[in-house]
């Protein structure tokens, strides 16, 4: 899925989107071939982001809300890299001028698909940092370098990889979800850093492996019945209410094909030939007379 921040600036918190696997990104994932793309575990927690608000104050937010749950707030203050993370805001923005988001996975002692092994403390594990400066995901060897430069976790590289053709990425989902299953960790992120716009799209072993549909042939929906068809005529003669102007093809027949689409999209039937009911149709059928319509 594609990463578009166009709205970002500084002391403005982003949503971490949902991911979806390499087959429903955009143009089911061709834009991705010739692409580096660095693979990483996906780790079985919550979603929680550190921030600097405009108070100038460490804000702490969920995956979808911008004021974490008091719960989750609860168990991140009690980690013993909340403090760190702080610090590492603190020091971009006052040292290097870059204000950050930092997101992290919060790992209670059980996950919530229950496939890693059961932990002895909640923890937080750093899995990427977005540039409210540079508007866009700093690559994976600076969120390393600064995970490591104040000892935070961070999720693993597993490694990169490159497809030449459509059919890697296939082979690269299956030898890192073997891997995964192995190692019991939920799945991967892959994570095209350098590409414009950077695009991000995970694989998880607990998912089916189903994919779009490709239909070869064109849907045929039910044939426009006739009373149908003249009441789209009726509604087009309302609009119109002219004689002459009704005659003019050039005036009536936009405002015909109008209302042929109006009622062909209300109730599921196949575009007909307007022109055809056009030309075939008496005007009596079309124009009402002093107790209605026929």
Known sequence: MAIDFKEANAMTWQKYYELEPYHRCKNDGRDLIGMELVITEKRDGENVSLWINESGNVQMSSHNQINADANIQERMRGTKEFEK?????????????????????????????????????????????????????????YVYQRAFQFKIPIVKALGVELSKEYEDLEKIKIKWLKWCRRHRREGIVAKAYHMKPQTFFKEKIDMPNLKRMHNTERIRLPAMPLETAIRALQHAWDEINDDEKWKDRRIAMPIIAKHFQLEAREHNYEMPNPYSYYINTPIEKVKPNESGRI
Do not use: P
């Open 85 to 141: 993370a702080c610090k590492l805001l603190i020091e971009e923005r006052d040292v290097w001028h870059n204000d950050l988001i930092l997101y992290g996975e919060l790992m209670k002692r059980v996950g919530a698909t229950k496939i890693e092994r059961q932990k002895k403390h909640c923890h937080w594990i750093i899995f990427d940092i977005y540039s409210l400066t540079e508007k866009k995901y700093l690559d994976y060897n």
